[in-house]
């Protein structure tokens, strides 16, 4: 082959699996509302896709709140400004580290989890096996899985942002000895609820739907080998990273970019 | 369904194709009821895609399949997935979900398809764990048991709901000879018992002529040879006699189809 039908060839391949992305979600989403009669299924995966990617979450947050804590504190204190620490360190979480680390933390804890646990289903035919017992993946396998990490994601940022401003207040206040009255009350006074919280709310929310989506289908559109299986992990923990990243970007735009 | 005949699956024409390769080449198949039909080919053949086709989990690139008088790839996937639901199949793995304990797998169909309560579960699951001799193995998880115990485990899965048929795919591969005569036995068994219609697809000729009434032998495509175990043991076709007697190469290639072999050794780099 040529290098121009290798190209055509190459994106012709790529369009066609991200189409096949976007009738699989279509697919999960109407296996969503049946979910609502098997709560259960869906706190099992609340679980293991939230719950068990809390210490991560935790552990990271507190690091980057304190190491915030200390760049900020030797940036401010040169403007004799260190107490607005509290207010830096709040709105830097709030609106961008809490949710882009939280997501790429999830892509790689619970995402490459997610894509080896159906990537392994399909390849011992679990998957088959429920579709000749007349039960269907997407509703059975996928939906909760789906639905348990949109859910979770906006809750593992807000305790990433959460658990950063203790690391960030121990560091400053703590250790720095910045005044702790002017660093809550800075925060309170400047820290918007619409404009900041609200904004990273909705940037975890997306991060959350499309972590979760690359995760469950690179598992389920898997080679069905142990090869396809870990390239497929690979790929979830890439393209998931990319995304957040690349749509932190577009989000941030619209949502703080006066242009 | 008002069959003139007593066929629970019927092929006709059965052609299919994965891309330019073509599995099977206009094959006819009469599965009659109450029977134990073995399906057998050497590896590669396409039995576990006949299995597939039969279930509706691929469709035809033409001919038709019926089941029970339903033309498979015709249904929509409601139909479709009514008529599994009277279908057992056993996966050359067991494909028993490993998130699952033994008594849950086998409770997965009924859970998923009745509102029995779960009393009623209980003890319908234990029935079909007593079938199987599994019954004291029902707290262990998949991957504690042996092969011939995870299939066995498959199997009582695939009888919960008291199927019509099951289908088999290569049940006994890789079976210690003890577990190979328990399941051998098993299949027998269940297929009068629960006067079900059995289609076991393999390659091992001497278990597979022990219980078949009846035997097709595919090979590249098409049915080479058809009758009750017996009259395929006297075949005189040639192809039959290297298949039933393990012959390595004979009529059905040991290769698999490439170009000229001396061509490629000589040719140098440029390869593919
Ligand atoms: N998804 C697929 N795509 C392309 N070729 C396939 C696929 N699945 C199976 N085949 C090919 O079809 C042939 C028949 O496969 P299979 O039905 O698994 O054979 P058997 O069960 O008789 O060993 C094999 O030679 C295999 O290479
Ligand atoms: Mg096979």
Redesign the interface.
Known sequence: MNTFQQLGHGALTAFQRLGRAHLFLFAVLAGVPSLLLRLRLLIQQLFSVGVLSLVIIVVAGLFVGMVLGLQGYNTLVDFGAEESLGVMVALSLVRELGPVVAALLFAGRAGSALTAEIGLMKATEQLSGMEMMAVDPLKRVIAPRFVAGVLSMPLLAAIFSAVGVMGGYFVGVGLLGVDEGAFWSQMQSRVDFNEDIMNGVIKSIVFGVVVTWVAVFEGYDAVPTSEGVSRATTRTVVYASLAVLGLDFVLTALMFGEV | MMDKNNNLVEARGLTFHFGSRVIFDGIDLDLQRGKVTAIMGPSGTGKTTLLRLI?G?IRPSAGTIHVDGHEVPRLSRREL??L??R?G?L???G????DLSVFDNVA??LR??TALPETMVRDLVLMKLEAVGLRGAQRLMPSELSGGMARRVALA?AIALDPMMIMYDEPFTGQDPISMGVLVKLIRDLNEVLGLTSIIVSHDVAEASQIADYIYVLSQGVVVGQGTPDELHQSESEWVRQFMQGMPDGPVPFHYPAGDYAEELLSRGGGR
Do not use: D, I, N, V
């Not at chain 2, 494909?95 to 490993?98: D, G, I, P």
């Open positions: 279930g989990q997935f009514e599994r639901k279908m199949m996966f050359q793995s494909a028993l979900l490993t997965f169909p998923e398809h899965r």
